[in-house]
C-alpha cells in the first residue's frame, strides 16, 4: 500500500531520517520504535506532507506522492494524529471533528452532515457524552481520542498514530487499543509510533525500529525486540519492558 524508498530529511547538521525504506501492507498495523530524536515523527510528518523529503520517493498504491501537499495526500486516504494534541479550543468537540469531516477522502456534503457523522464518530471514541464541551476543557486522555476521532473523520485508509497511548492510564491504554484493533479489522491500515513496548508486541504484526535517523531493524515484535543491537540502542533510554 505504502512504500517508503531511500527516504532522507535533514535539519541543518541533524540527519533525522537516514535513506530510510520500508513498506505497509494494506490491512496490517505496522509499529515504528526507536528512542527518542531517532526520527520517527519526522518520518509521519514526512509521509502525511508535513515536512517534504531532501531525498527519496513516497508511494502510494504505486503513485508516487513524494511531493504532493498534506491535504492531497489526506483527500488520497493518508490521515495522522499529533505528538502534541492539537485542537480548536474554543470550537465544541463535535465541530472539531465536523471540520475535519469537510476535507479528506470523502468530504461531506454539508455542515449538518458533517456534524452527524461527527457526533457518530465521538461515539465510537467514548466521546459521546462531550460533543457540547469546548474541546479547549477536554483532558489530554480525551484530546488524544478527539485527535483518533478527528483523523477518522477523513476516511483515512492509512492512519498514522504518533504516540497514541501517551499519558493513558492503563485502563485507557486497553481501551485505546480495543479502538485502534477495530478501526483495522474495519479496513484501515495503521501505523503506530509509540515507546509503550506491551502494546507495540500486543498490537503490531510488525515493527521498524530507528536509531538517529537510521532503519536498524525490522520483523515480528519478538523478535525485534530481542534483537541485540535494538535492545543496546534502548539501552540509558526507555528499556523494553
Ligand atoms: N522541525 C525541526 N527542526 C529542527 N530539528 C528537528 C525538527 N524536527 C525534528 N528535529 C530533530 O530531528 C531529530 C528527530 O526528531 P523526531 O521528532 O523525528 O524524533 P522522534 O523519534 O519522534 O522522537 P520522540 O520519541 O522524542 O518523539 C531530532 O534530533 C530532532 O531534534
Ligand atoms: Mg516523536
Given at each position: 500500500?505504502?512504500?517508503?524508498?531511500?527516504?532522507?530529511?535533514?535539519?541543518?547538521?541533524?540527519?533525522?531520517?537516514?535513506?530510510?525504506?520500508?513498506?505497509?501492507?494494506?490491512?496490517?498495523?505496522?509499529?515504528?520504535?526507536?528512542?527518542?530524536?531517532?526520527?520517527?515523527?519526522?518520518?509521519?510528518?514526512?509521509?502525511?506532507?508535513?515536512?517534504?523529503?531532501?531525498?527519496?520517493?513516497?508511494?502510494?498504491?504505486?503513485?508516487?506522492?513524494?511531493?504532493?501537499?498534506?491535504?492531497?495526500?489526506?483527500?488520497?486516504?493518508?490521515?495522522?494524529?499529533?505528538?502534541?494534541?492539537?485542537?480548536?479550543?474554543?470550537?465544541?468537540?463535535?465541530?472539531?471533528?465536523?471540520?475535519?469531516?469537510?476535507?479528506?477522502?470523502?468530504?461531506?456534503?454539508?455542515?449538518g452532515a458533517a456534524r452527524r457523522a461527527a457526533r457518530a464518530l465521538l461515539e465510537r471514541v467514548g466521546l459521546g457524552w462531550a460533543g457540547g464541551v469546548p474541546a479547549g476543557r477536554l483532558t489530554?486522555?480525551?484530546?488524544?481520542?478527539?485527535?483518533?476521532?478527528?483523523?477518522?473523520?477523513?476516511?483515512?485508509?492509512?492512519?498514522?498514530?504518533?504516540?497514541?497511548?501517551?499519558?493513558?492510564?492503563?485502563?485507557?491504554?486497553?481501551?485505546?487499543?480495543?479502538?485502534?484493533?477495530?478501526?483495522?479489522?474495519?479496513?484501515?491500515?495503521?501505523?503506530?509510533?509509540?515507546?509503550?513496548?506491551?502494546?507495540?508486541?500486543?498490537?503490531?504484526?510488525?515493527?521498524?525500529?530507528?536509531?538517529?535517523?537510521?532503519?536498524?531493524?525490522?520483523?515480528?515484535?519478538?523478535?525485534?525486540?530481542?534483537?541485540?543491537?535494538?535492545?543496546?540502542?534502548?539501552?540509558?533510554?526507555?528499556?523494553?519492558?
Amino acid at each position: 500500500m505504502l512504500a517508503v524508498a531511500g527516504l532522507c530529511k535533514a535539519f541543518g547538521g541533524v540527519r533525522a531520517v537516514w535513506d530510510v525504506s520500508f513498506a505497509v501492507a494494506p490491512g496490517e498495523i505496522l509499529g515504528l520504535i526507536g528512542p527518542n530524536g531517532s526520527g520517527k515523527t519526522t518520518v509521519f510528518n514526512l509521509v502525511a506532507g508535513a515536512l517534504a523529503a531532501d531525498a527519496g520517493t513516497i508511494t502510494l498504491d504505486g503513485r508516487s506522492i513524494t511531493r504532493l501537499t498534506p491535504d492531497r495526500r489526506n483527500a488520497l486516504g493518508i490521515a495522522r494524529t499529533y505528538q502534541h494534541v492539537r485542537c480548536l479550543p474554543h470550537l465544541s468537540t463535535t465541530d472539531n471533528v465536523a471540520v475535519a469531516g469537510l476535507y479528506g477522502a470523502r468530504p461531506a456534503a454539508s455542515t449538518g452532515a458533517a456534524r452527524r457523522a461527527a457526533r457518530a464518530l465521538l461515539e465510537r471514541v467514548g466521546l459521546g457524552w462531550a460533543g457540547g464541551v469546548p474541546a479547549g476543557r477536554l483532558t489530554v486522555a480525551e484530546r488524544k481520542r478527539l485527535e483518533v476521532a478527528r483523523a477518522l473523520a477523513t476516511h483515512p485508509r492509512l492512519l498514522l498514530l504518533d504516540e497514541p497511548l501517551a499519558g493513558l492510564n492503563p485502563a485507557e491504554a486497553a481501551a485505546a487499543l480495543d479502538l485502534f484493533a477495530r478501526i483495522r479489522d474495519e479496513g484501515t491500515t495503521l501505523m503506530i509510533v509509540e515507546h509503550n513496548v506491551g502494546a507495540v508486541r500486543s498490537i503490531c504484526g510488525r515493527v521498524v525500529v530507528l536509531n538517529s535517523g537510521e532503519k536498524i531493524a525490522e520483523g515480528a515484535p519478538e523478535a525485534v525486540l530481542a534483537d541485540a543491537r535494538v535492545m543496546e540502542v534502548y539501552l540509558g533510554e526507555r528499556a523494553p519492558a
